[in-house]
């Protein structure tokens, strides 16, 4: 499976951006997906995770903002990202792998990183 995340950007705090992971090679829809996310200078995080029947877990400090969700038929997985604060810049990855885990290395396949800047 290759992954092409996309989407980021520079944004205000408070604004919204649409994460996208687009896969090719096989189908998404198999998979786990997972969001994650490293900041300058410190270590990748956990931010997101599908699961095959769309279940959904979220990291607490985007619980309540942003939302996972997943097209099959687009072969897609998006994070639409609202009320973004400055301590949310990093460089989100996508993530796809058979088991549900927070745990990076946990996930088979990555996307290359999209950068995300929230600042005024």
């Known amino acids: 499976v290759q992954l092409q995340a996309s989407g980021g950007g520079l944004v205000q705090p408070g604004g919204s951006l649409r994460l996208s992971c687009a896969a090719s090679?096989?189908?998404?829809?198999?998979?786990?997906v997972g969001w994650f996310r490293q900041a300058p200078g410190k270590e990748r995080e956990y931010v997101s995770t599908?699961?095959?029947?769309?279940?959904?877990g979220y990291a607490d400090s985007v619980t309540g903002r942003f939302t996972i969700s997943r097209d099959n038929a687009k072969n897609t997985v998006y994070l639409h990202a609202n009320s973004l604060k400055p301590e949310d810049t990093a460089v989100y990855y996508c993530?796809?792998?058979?088991?549900?885990?927070?745990?990076?290395?946990?996930?088979?396949?990555w996307g290359q990183g999209t950068q995300v800047t929230v600042s005024s």
């Open positions: 993530a796809a792998g058979p088991t549900l885990s927070t745990n990076a290395t946990s996930y088979w396949y």
């Open positions: 090679g096989r189908a998404l829809r198999s998979y786990i």
């Open positions: 599908i699961g095959v029947s769309g279940r959904t």
